[in-house]
């Protein structure tokens, strides 16, 4: 079946630094593909999505490509903020509106 | 606009009880997804309503049942409660049951002791 695969956390990183989560996939088809972002105490919120290969998807700095040779969709930062210390998940929707997540990745900036 | 509401925040319930979770949608979506996320897990789909009719359901038990109402909120029942129901159960709305961004509640937190 659809499944997702991230990069397990933490990943911790100084404030400014780089970022990039790693996400693969395994799907029938091409899928939507998501990132949400979870910050303490509060529910998802949609950080960025790709409907077909080859789309960037883009929101506040962070960006993910959708890569169907290497059924990837990495998130990547150029310089994190202590703000954007969350939990990340990749998800692809899978039959009807069905959102299939990965396990998440915690990311702790430091200032 | 009102996003989505869920209720209660927390509650805590013992093993064998029953359970009623509520979530109203954000205004002018039609359909409503539920969500298991165990404590350092991803959220899992229990099952999606549209119309007030069940029309996907993820890997969950018959004991986990839901309800959509004509104003399209919803409810998660869970009967027969076990530790493993320990979670966060979220709900999300969206306009129509496919292809349409899905807007997340803040949760209502589980704990079955």
């Known amino acids: 079946g659809d499944s997702v695969t991230q990069m397990e956390g933490p990943v911790t990183l100084s404030e400014e630094a780089f970022l990039t989560i790693n996400c693969t996939y395994t799907a029938t088809g091409y899928p939507s593909l998501f990132w949400y972002v979870q910050y303490p105490g509060e529910g998802l919120q949609l950080l960025l999505k790709?409907?077909?290969?080859?789309d960037k998807g883009s929101n506040k700095g962070f960006e993910a490509t959708y890569r169907k040779e290497t059924t990837s969709f990495h998130l990547e930062k150029g310089s994190v903020q202590v703000s954007d210390s969350a939990v990340y998940f990749c998800?692809?929707?899978?039959?009807?509106?069905?959102?299939?997540f990965g396990a998440g990745t915690r990311l702790a900036v430091h200032p | 606009e009102t996003g989505v509401t869920q209720s209660p925040t927390h509650l805590i319930k013992t093993r064998g009880q029953q359970v009623t979770l509520r979530c109203s949608s954000q205004?002018?979506?039609?359909?409503v997804s539920w969500y298991q996320q165990a404590l350092g897990q991803g959220p899992q789909f229990i099952f999606q309503y549209y119309r007030e009719e069940e029309n996907g359901r993820g890997n969950f038990p018959p004991r986990f049942s839901g309800l959509q109402f004509p104003n399209y909120s919803s409810e998660l029942n869970v009967n027969a409660l076990e530790l493993d129901d320990s979670a966060l159960y979220l709900c999300?709305?969206?306009?129509?049951?496919?292809?349409?961004?899905?807007?997340f509640g803040p949760g209502t937190r589980l704990t079955v002791t």
């Open positions: 999300a709305s969206s306009a129509g049951d496919r292809g349409n961004e899905q807007y």
């Open positions: 205004s002018g979506h039609n359909t």
């Open positions: 790709a409907t077909k290969a080859d």
């Open positions: 998800a692809l929707r899978g039959g009807y509106n069905k959102l299939i």
